[in-house]
C-alpha cells in the first residue's frame, strides 16, 4: 500500500512529473459497477454484506472506504484511457486489478477496472477494438473470464506458470513462463509477440498492466527480471503502441519485492520513460 503514496511524490520530487500532470477522478456509479460486475456482487460490496469466505479470497479487510477506494480507481482507469486518446498515454498511480470477476473479487482485487473502462469505452462508442497487454506475474484471470465472450477486447497475458492463480482462465493468448525466467528470453517473446498481436488484432486503444513482480526480487512472483529488464519491457511496449499511434492507458498492477525500493524504482521508470517517448520534444 506504500508505493501508492512513494511513488508519485518520487516522480514530483525529481521533477519527472509536476502537479499540473495530476488529474481528481470521478468515482464510479452504480450504473457503471454494474456494466462489468454483477448486481448481485454489487450489493454485498455496497452493503458490506459479502460472505467471510468471499473477503478472505479478495484479501483486505472488507470496508466502505476500501470499496469507495476503487470506485474512484477504476473511474481513473476510464479517464486515463480519454486522456491517453488526447495525449498518446496516461497511467493510473493505482489499478491493474485484473484478479476482480464479474461476480467475486479474490487476489487483492475489488473491482476489475480495466474491464469497467473497457465496457464503457466500448458502450459509448470512444472505441472499438481493445487490446489488454498484462505483464503482471499473476495471469489476468478476471479479464479472460469477464472479457471471454466479447470479440473486441483481446486479452493477452504473459505470467509466471507456476504462480497464482492456480487454476488459470482462457485468456485471448496467455504465455506461461517457467520460473526464473530472465529478461534475455522475457524480451525475446515479448518483441516477437506483440507487434504482431498488435498488426493482426488492430486495437485502438491498448491497457497495459506494468507490474513489477516480474522482478527476481519479488517475493511472490517466480520470474527473474532485473529492473533495467523491466525497464526494457515497459519501453518496448510503449515504443510499440507509439509508432503504431495508440493511445496506451497503464495501470500499475502489483510489487511486491523485499527491498520497496526496488518497487519504486521499477514503477517510476515506467513514468520516466512514457515522459520520455512521449513528451520530451515539448521539453527540449
Ligand atoms: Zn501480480
Redesign the pocket.
Known amino acids: 500500500m506504500q508505493k501508492y503514496t512513494m511513488i508519485p511524490e518520487r516522480l514530483l520530487a525529481e521533477g519527472t512529473i509536476t502537479t499540473e500532470n495530476f488529474f481528481a477522478p470521478k468515482r464510479l456509479s452504480e450504473e457503471e459497477i454494474l456494466t462489468t460486475h454483477t448486481a448481485d456482487y454489487w450489493q454485498q460490496l455496497k452493503t458490506q454484506t459479502l460472505p467471510r469466505k468471499e473477503a478472505r479470497a479478495i484479501g483486505f479487510e472488507m470496508t466502505s472506504e476500501l470499496v469507495e477506494r476503487g470506485r474512484y480507481i477504476a473511474h481513473a482507469t476510464y479517464e486515463c484511457a480519454l486522456y491517453a486518446q488526447q495525449y498518446g498515454v496516461a497511467m493510473n498511480v493505482a489499478g491493474g486489478t485484473h484478479h476482480a470477476f464479474a461476480d467475486h473479487g479474490e487476489g487483492f482485487c475489488v473491482f476489475n477496472d480495466v474491464c469497467i473502462a473497457s465496457n464503457l469505452l466500448l458502450n459509448r462508442g470512444q472505441v472499438q477494438r481493445i487490446l489488454i497487454v498484462d505483464l503482471?506475474?499473476?495471469q489476468g484471470n478476471g479479464n479472460a473470464s469477464i472479457m471471454a465472450d466479447e470479440p473486441r477486447v483481446f486479452v493477452f497475458s504473459m505470467h509466471g506458470a507456476k504462480n497464482y492463480p492456480f487454476r488459470k482462465q482462457l485468456s485471448d493468448l496467455d504465455i506461461e513462463l517457467d520460473n526464473d525466467t530472465g529478461d534475455a528470453e522475457y524480451l525475446q517473446i515479448l518483441e516477437v509477440t506483440l507487434p504482431r498481436l498488435i498488426n493482426k488484432f488492430a486495437p485502438d486503444m491498448i491497457f497495459y498492466q506494468s507490474?513489477v513482480?516480474v522482478l527476481a526480487t519479488d517475493k511472490?512472483?517466480k520470474l527473474s527480471l532485473t529492473i533495467e529488464g523491466c525497464k526494457a519491457r515497459d519501453e518496448f511496449v510503449l515504443q510499440q503502441a507509439k509508432a503504431a499511434n495508440i493511445p496506451v492507458a497503464i495501470v500499475m498492477?502489483?510489487g511486491y519485492s523485499e527491498d520497496i525500493e526496488d518497487v519504486i524504482e521499477a514503477h517510476c521508470n515506467t513514468f520516466r520513460l512514457a515522459q520520455q517517448l512521449f513528451f520530451s520534444e515539448l521539453i527540449e
Open positions: 503482471d506475474v499473476h507490474a513482480d511472490l512472483g498492477g502489483g
